[in-house]
């Protein structure tokens, strides 16, 4: 009889540790719930179900966020920050992982006043340079402020992952006369991809998420990320639900897609660059 | 001669790789410090001249209490954020690593906010803290606790609690997963032998799981604090530092400063003021925690 009582009673915690973890859910579910009933249904019932699948606010969102311009924009700044963190930082990262002497901790502890470095303590200078340099309002100017935001994680990533990596083909390629250059280029280049994957989701997030930077660095609304189209959106003063709700879902979409696609990979991806 | 050079620069030629990442580096961390510090001197204001100013900016800092008062705000926001979000982190943790049928499927769960955007998780916990016609409220009217409803933003004795558990609710799942897998790096067979001597499932949590998980507890409180530290977004977003700034964190004064009132040279000052805080405590956790990290 023991054990019996003793499983009704791991069922039982289980699925109450199940309901309070779905229950964190709650406000996402509210998000999508609202997005589909107007102001007017939300000041009578602020918690009804929506009656119907009215559509009208999306609608709305879609004609006047410049959605489609944003995602574009995010997508864009994306792949161009993943491609120059991941080819800036793994090159640093090679001679890191490979050599210690007191060139490469010096080079260590710079990259680490980076990392630690809140972009509140450098946004007024950075809009001072971007603004003498030209570089305001422009996608080279978000581009470079990304990059640099990533760069040292990306260098710390991929010079713990080049350490575990054996040296034995690197010795090789080089008794064939292989230049540096090449030894990085042809042998140790390849095997970064998983390292890569995972510094893409980084970038990916911190792009598409991130708002003070292009707040304060873009102005014209053919440039806004994302967020910026849902912040110029939905406005600060006098916010409506019926405009909030929509461009909100709209605005977290496609994230919570990819999410749900390679939930595990991105768990464990960014768990793991936390804890190295 | 080209070979020449190819031997004086062989020796150092694998050192250049880091030339491209340091001049990013040096460009956009280093020389803005630099920038930063020598800016806080001036009465900069984006345009014309910079005139130096001695410690002025600084005394400002010091004698107005408007200032002193956002980072104590800073201070008390990180404090509660980094407390309940590792304490709830843990308990999850503790409770699905003991449940491995359901533990990726919550651990999931749990971490979805965390890909959400601060501009959109403060537009809607906005929303649902809204006196009338806010989710929270209806919420609590339906389950008969009427009375505590309240325009949770609105107050200041419960605005910096009500976007701290904003914060907490987002990140949470990540601590969460932090402190699996330090679960998870607990060697099987000293978790085997508590069980074997009879520990029941709280003492093996409290004697055997605790003390292995400092270094979590270290990576979560140290990125937590780093994290949460700079908190601009949701502030800036649910309530603009109010009301009666009680929420008014260094980073939004930092940034009113610079674009509210084009004070270049004073937000300066407010950065290297951050800067300070942040190397501070991030100086003293690493030591404190690592000590308790030695000790255990």
Not at chain 2, 1 to 13: D, F, H, K, S, Y
Not at chain 2, 66 to 72: D, I
Not at chain 2, 209 to 230: M, Q, R, W, Y
Request: with cysteine.
């Amino acid at each position: 009889m023991r054990p019996m009582i003793r499983r009704v009673v791991s069922i039982f915690g289980q699925a109450s540790v199940v309901v309070v973890t779905l229950a964190m859910l709650a406000p996402v579910f509210y998000m999508i719930m609202m997005s589909f009933r107007t102001s007017a249904e939300i000041a009578e019932e602020p918690l009804a179900m929506p009656q119907a699948l009215y559509l009208g606010n999306y609608a709305n969102a879609l004609e006047n966020m410049n959605y489609w311009q944003g995602v574009l924009n995010s997508l864009g700044i994306t792949l161009t920050v993943t491609v120059l963190v991941a080819l800036l930082g793994s090159m640093a990262a090679y001679p890191l992982a490979r050599r210690t002497n007191r060139f490469t901790r010096g080079v260590i502890l710079i990259v680490a006043l980076g990392l630690a470095t809140p972009p509140f303590v450098t946004i007024t200078p950075i809009y001072v340079i971007f603004r003498n340099l030209g570089l305001l309002d422009s996608y080279p100017g978000i581009v470079i402020a990304f990059t640099a935001l990533n760069l040292p994680l990306a260098v710390f990533f991929y010079t713990s992952f080049i350490s575990a990596i054996p040296k034995e083909l690197e010795e090789a390629a080089r008794l064939d006369n292989c230049g540096d250059w090449q030894v990085y280029w042809y042998i140790v280049r390849p095997l970064l991809g998983p390292a890569t994957a995972t510094l893409s989701l980084f970038v990916t997030l911190m792009v598409w998420n991130d708002f003070t930077y292009p707040l304060l660095l873009l102005s014209s609304p053919e440039k806004f990320t994302v967020m910026i189209s849902v912040y110029r959106f939905v406005g600060n003063l006098n916010i409506q639900p019926d405009m909030l709700f929509p461009a909100a879902v709209l605005g977290s979409a496609p994230l919570l897609v990819l999410f749900m696609i390679f939930q595990r990979r991105i768990v464990s991806g960014v768990t793991a660059g936390a804890v190295k | 001669m080209p070979e020449a050079w190819g031997r004086v620069l062989q020796p150092i030629r694998i050192y250049l790789f880091t030339v491209p990442a340091l001049l990013v580096i040096g460009a956009f961390f280093v020389y803005p410090i630099l920038l930063s510090v020598n800016l806080s001197f001036t009465n900069f204001t984006g345009v014309g001249v910079a005139n130096y100013i001695g410690w002025a900016n600084y005394e400002r800092f010091l004698s107005r209490s408007r200032y002193l008062n956002s980072v104590g705000v800073t201070i008390k926001f990180t404090f509660l954020v980094v407390v309940f979000q590792t304490l709830i982190g843990l308990v999850f943790a503790a409770l699905l690593h003991r449940m491995p049928a359901i533990r990726n499927f919550c651990r999931a769960v749990l971490f979805t906010p965390a890909m959400m955007s601060f501009v959109i998780v403060g537009y809607v916990w906005q929303f649902i803290y809204a006196p009338y016609t806010g989710g929270l409220n209806a919420f609590l009217s339906a389950i008969g606790l009427e009375s505590l409803a309240r325009g949770w933003l609105g107050d200041p004795s419960t605005a910096l609690f009500a976007i701290a558990a904003t914060h907490v609710w987002m990140f949470v799942g990540y601590t969460t997963a932090i402190f699996l897998v330090g679960f998870a790096n607990i060697p099987s067979d000293i978790e085997e032998a508590g069980r074997l001597d009879g520990a029941s499932s709280w003492q093996r949590f409290r004697y055997l799981e605790l003390p292995l998980l400092a270094p979590s507890f270290t990576v979560n409180i140290i990125l937590s604090t780093v994290g949460t530290l700079k908190t601009f977004e949701l502030p800036f977003i649910m309530t603009r530092g109010g009301p009666d700034r009680a929420t008014n964190t260094l980073s939004l004064e930092i940034v009113n400063n610079l674009f509210g009132s084009y004070k270049f040279g004073f937000a300066s000052a407010l950065s290297i003021v951050m800067l300070l805080i942040v190397v501070a405590v991030a100086i003293v956790q690493n030591i404190y925690l690592k000590r308790r990290e030695d000790n255990q």
